[in-house]
């Protein structure tokens, strides 16, 4: 009994986090339904008549941000003021994405629209929540879509690959995913690279196996639960826009590349610029104590 109730205590103290934001995502999705059924709202998910359930929404995220991880947001102010994509690296659980999607929504009134992989939109009962909360397929229709009505698109490259299998080394594993480069080229806005401080030491994944890695490449799908939610501290930060270029090239960047054009061009700068967020904001390899003290230690100036 003892033992068995030891298994169960280690257990319940490496997914509890992970599993109570899953509760409340699912929480969110029947307050939503109960709020459309009362309100008869019929709109648009994306309209402003949603904007109050959105507000309140975004205020409880952005409060277990504050309490759980001291959330902070910098630089804002690199931010266009119409459309743009936003380029960031994926952690285990993209809590912290949520997080800058909350303040942002809280002390800009705007609404960053979120590419996210196909497996979610399969997830059920939470259909209202991605809706409301913007969270769309990663089309090139739906993207250029979004970006001509003049919204922020966030996206990560890496994706499910990069929450499964990168680690503390904080490593991008973009493979050939440019077509982001495509988009900003085609709707001709910039790109914006963000990247969230710690957000490896606060929740994590099993290490990296070669059947996982089978396993997830041949069904594209995460094939291990995240596990953690260690109180480190979250910082995130958007760097200086890389603008459109109608003349960009690639002609210096060609040695370093597989292929040419503006695309790929744009898709090495943007990987580059990421990179550099990383580098100068991340200890590497991560440390879960460092990262704590970031939390509760001295405050950074």
């Known amino acids: 009994v003892v033992i068995f109730t030891l ?3 280690a257990i319940l103290f490496f997914f509890i986090v992970p599993l109570t934001i899953l509760f409340f995502i699912y929480l969110a999705n029947i307050l939503l339904l109960i709020y459309r059924r009362n309100s008869e709202v019929r709109a648009d998910p994306l309209s402003d008549v949603w904007d109050n359930a959105r507000k309140t929404m975004a205020s409880f995220w952005d409060m277990c941000g504050r309490i759980w991880h001291g959330y902070e947001l910098h ?3 690199n931010l266009p ?3 743009g994509i936003l380029v960031y ?3 285990a659980i993209p809590i912290d994405h949520l997080c800058f999607l909350s303040r942002l929504f809280l002390w800009k009134k ?7 992989d196909n497996f979610v939109f399969h997830l059920p009962g939470i259909k209202l929540l991605l809706a409301v909360s913007g969270i769309m397929p990663g089309t090139r229709e739906e993207c250029l879509s979004a970006l001509k009505k003049g919204h922020l698109v966030s996206i990560s490259p890496g994706g499910v690959r990069e929450a499964l ?3 503390e080394s904080y490593q991008l594993m973009w493979g050939n995913r440019k077509g982001f480069a495509q988009v900003a080229i085609d709707a001709k806005v910039p790109i914006i690279p963000m990247y969230t401080q710690n957000v490896r030491e606060a ?7 070669r059947f996982l890695r089978q396993l997830y490449e041949s069904t594209r799908l995460p094939c291990t639960p995240p596990y953690g939610g260690i109180p480190v501290k979250f910082r995130t930060y958007i760097g200086d826009p890389i603008p459109y270029d109608p003349n960009i090239t690639a002609e210096e960047l060609v040695e370093k590349q597989t292929c040419k054009g503006q695309q790929c061009s744009l898709l090495f700068q943007t990987k580059t610029a990421v990179q550099a967020l990383i580098d100068k904001h991340q200890r590497i390899p991560g440390s879960i104590w460092k990262a704590l003290l970031d ?3 001295t405050k950074k100036k």
Do not use: P
């Open 7 to 9: 298994m169960i205590s």
């Open 75 to 77: 630089g804002v102010e």
């Open 81 to 83: 003021e119409g459309a």
């Open 89 to 91: 690296y994926h952690g």
């Open 110 to 116: 705007r609404l960053c629209l979120s590419v996210a």
């Open 165 to 167: 299998f990168s680690d």
């Open 203 to 209: 929740y994590m994944m099993f290490k990296e196996t």
């Open 295 to 297: 939390r509760f230690g």
